[in-house]
């Protein structure tokens, strides 16, 4: 059988005349009628550029030179930020980023859902400053690798567009409590027996402690977990182990009074609430973007007390509660039980009676449930990624005067607004979170009104 032969690639720089971005963040230039995407460039731009694949229609290059420089151009603060794939955006201006998220968003509601806003909100953003928009990265998965070539053990993320793990020693977009501890994390991983047997790192953030999920592959030996229990107790984290599937979860640092006692916090001081969860419960890993997004769907859904409030897909309650906080009756409705009962756990620690946490199967109907037979004057969606469509075909049965949708994908919100406004909504206001700084992914928010026509 004879083997696939591999293209040869250039070895001479390409110059590239950088016309515009990609969706993923890449510059897009053309040469003898095919399409080039380079890292690293901006539109306006002229570099030298090198070749990392090519395919029949478009080549993937890198930036080498940079000739001619935009002014939307920066210096990136992470030395990595040419080669690790955390971040895609860093060498682009704060200003530009937001820029090239909104467009974005106003390009899918345009081409997928043939619909404009009424109002164009202004995006929300950490702060004005490049320091604001570093060290708010609260979740993450970071690889471990024992490089025998090295004698040394890696941790982070890939590079860009391959599987190898990038050489790094700090990380200045997530939280300092993890993101400056790499450099002695991975000196504690290449000293432990199971050092090639780690394959992965966790880690969670809450206001007051931080924590890391150690991915361990067989039984660590006494000395390991020592050294484990150590390296917490030094560097002020929570140090958990997972053997095999999430359920297996359980943490050796500090000693853990069971299964109820192994969680982090977050504040909503406006609601006066605290959150808690589970180191691998899914939360936003912006505090501060969460806080002004919360605050936002409230003040848009302007629940009145008395209410019934419906929120799709509510996690552990981020939203729920703080609606609950205005006097409805809130219904969360979630299709993991485990984050259903983290759900009532909130609502107890927090002493709200007039909220009900129920486990669905949110890709089908449920407007036949027993908790959803009485209607919601108010819904709040925010889905995964890939969106609502069914449910928005039958969430309009309900009625509600207003809905509010938060987005993580803005091809799916564009996509499902246009289903909205064929069933009776108004799209009346929408606009972009920067909750991914230096990325290039696109949160979002936008408020549907019931057409009184």
């Not at 002229?46 to 030179?65: G, H, I, N, P, Y």
């Not at 609260?138 to 990038?166: C, D, H, I, Q």
């Not at 991914?436 to 992914?441: K, Q």
Request: hydrophobic share 40%; glycine share 8%.
């Amino acid at each position: 059988m004879s083997r696939r032969r591999r293209k040869v690639l250039p070895t001479e720089p390409v110059r590239c005349d950088v016309e515009k971005l990609s969706h993923d963040g890449r510059g897009i230039a053309r040469q003898d009628g095919k399409i080039l995407f380079v890292d690293g460039a901006l539109p306006g731009e002229t570099v030298m550029a090198k070749v990392v694949s090519t395919r029949s229609k478009f080549d993937e290059l890198r930036t080498l030179e940079v000739l001619e420089a935009a002014p939307d151009r920066q210096t990136p603060p992470c030395e990595f930020a040419d080669l690790c794939g955390g971040c895609s955006l860093q060498h682009m201006s704060s200003d530009a980023q937001i820029g090239f998220k909104e467009s974005t968003l106003r390009e899918q509601f345009a081409h997928f859902g043939g619909i404009e806003p009424e109002e164009w909100i202004e995006p929300m953003r950490p702060g004005d400053t490049l320091e604001s928009t570093l060290g708010y990265r609260r979740k993450a998965r970071m690889g471990v690798r024992y490089v025998k070539a090295r004698e040394s053990v890696l941790v982070g993320f890939r590079e860009k567009r391959n599987s190898f793990l990038t050489d790094i020693d700090r990380c200045v977009v997530l939280d300092p409590r993890i993101g400056e501890r790499i450099l002695p994390l991975r000196e504690l991983l290449h000293s432990m027996d199971a050092y090639a047997r780690i394959p992965q790192v966790e880690v969670a953030c809450g206001d007051d402690s931080a924590a890391m999920v150690f991915r361990n592959m067989d039984e660590l030996s006494i000395s390991d977990r020592e050294k484990l229990v150590a390296f917490g107790q030094a560097q002020d984290l929570h140090v958990y182990l997972q053997p095999k599937g999430p359920d297996t979860v359980h943490r050796i640092w500090p000693e853990s009074a069971g299964r109820d006692d192994e969680r982090l916090s977050y504040r909503l001081d406006a609601f006066d609430l605290t959150m808690k969860f589970h180191p691998m419960d899914f939360t936003q890993v912006n505090a501060g973007i969460n806080k002004d997004m919360v605050n936002r769907a409230a003040e848009w859904l302007d629940v009145q007390p008395g209410e019934r409030v419906l929120d799709l897909f509510c996690g552990l309650g981020n939203f729920t509660l703080p609606l609950a906080r205005k006097g409805a009756q809130v219904v969360g409705v979630e299709g993991d039980e485990a984050m259903v009962a983290r759900g009532r756990e909130n609502a107890e620690l927090n002493g709200l009676a007039n909220v009900a946490f129920h486990g669905a199967d949110l890709h089908g109907d449920f407007t036949g449930q027993s908790w959803a037979k009485e209607g919601f004057d108010k819904i709040l969606i925010d889905p995964p990624r890939s969106g609502a469509e069914e449910i928005c075909k039958y969430l309009t049965a309900f009625n509600a005067k207003r809905i509010v949708y938060v987005s993580c994908n803005p091809a799916t919100l564009a996509r499902d607004a246009g289903v909205m406004a064929r069933n009776g909504y108004r799209l009346v206001r929408a606009g972009v979170m920067d909750m991914f700084p230096h990325t290039t992914h696109v949160e979002s928010i936008a408020l549907f009104e019931r057409d009184s026509h």
